[in-house]
């Protein structure tokens, strides 16, 4: 049984460029949420995507974008990347529920310079 | 808005012996789950253990368990037997109880736990 995976592992880019961020849920899951861990910071989160649609978003600027495809699957994308945006970015799947857990993939961990 | 703080940043334990990493939280909601997850250097969020609001028992799992204080809105982490595997990072979250749907993680800071030989 596949769990949550991430691509890529790592990344660098440059001020202003755009990035997008890969997951691929636990197999069987259909919910798939997002956060943002600074250095030395818990996780933040930034939106959900369910049934392809952004259910809930957190506290951060419209350059955060995503989208869920069919097989659940989701992209995180983050445009004119600034240096904050550094950062490990969580990839997390749940089945919806009331008693939904959530498994977290490995992490991108994002470098803006 | 639903906070989660952890007061101690750092923690250290001699192997085989007890910590306690602690945990407050602020909400409103009288249902709610709350969890503590540990994150290795590899950086991958792994569960330790869950509690759920509603139940008056704490929750175990082999050497973990949690002291919930649903009054004192308290939720801490008794590792028993120390193991150098143990050394992480550990994070206390909650997260509303909802139906029909999974809502998000509120995250504390962390606490880095250090394990010696």
């Known amino acids: 049984d596949a769990g949550v995976t991430q691509s890529p592992t790592h990344l660098i880019k440059t001020r202003g460029q755009q990035v997008t961020l890969r997951c691929s849920p636990k197999s069987g899951h259909d919910t798939v949420s997002w956060y943002q861990q600074a250095l030395g910071q818990g996780p933040q989160f930034i939106f959900q995507y369910y049934e392809e649609e952004e259910r809930q978003r957190g506290n951060f600027p419209d350059r955060f974008s995503g989208h869920q495809f069919p097989n659940y699957s989701s992209e995180l994308n983050v445009n004119a990347l600034l240096l904050g945006d550094s950062a490990l970015y969580l990839c997390?799947?749940?089945?919806?529920?009331?008693?939904?857990?959530?498994?977290f993939g490995p992490g991108t961990r994002l470098t803006v310079t | 808005a639903q906070t989660v703080t952890q007061s101690q940043p750092e923690m250290s334990v001699q192997e085989a012996e007890t910590v306690t990493l602690s945990c407050t939280y602020d909400t409103s909601e009288s249902d709610y789950y709350l969890f503590w997850y540990k994150q290795p250097p590899s950086r991958q969020m792994i569960l330790v253990i869950r509690?759920?609001?509603?139940?008056?028992q704490n929750a175990t799992e082999n050497r973990f368990s949690v002291n919930f204080q649903k009054a004192a809105k308290s939720f801490s982490l008794k590792i028993s037997d120390s193991q150098l595997g143990d050394a992480a990072m550990y994070f206390c979250?909650?997260?509303?109880?909802?139906?029909?749907?999974?809502?998000?993680?509120?995250f504390g800071k962390g606490t880095k736990l250090t394990v010696n030989p």
């Open positions: 997390a799947s749940s089945l919806v529920g009331v008693n939904d857990e959530q498994y």
């Open positions: 979250a909650y997260r509303p109880i909802t139906q029909g749907g999974s809502e998000k993680l509120v």
């Open positions: 509690q759920e609001a509603y139940k008056q």
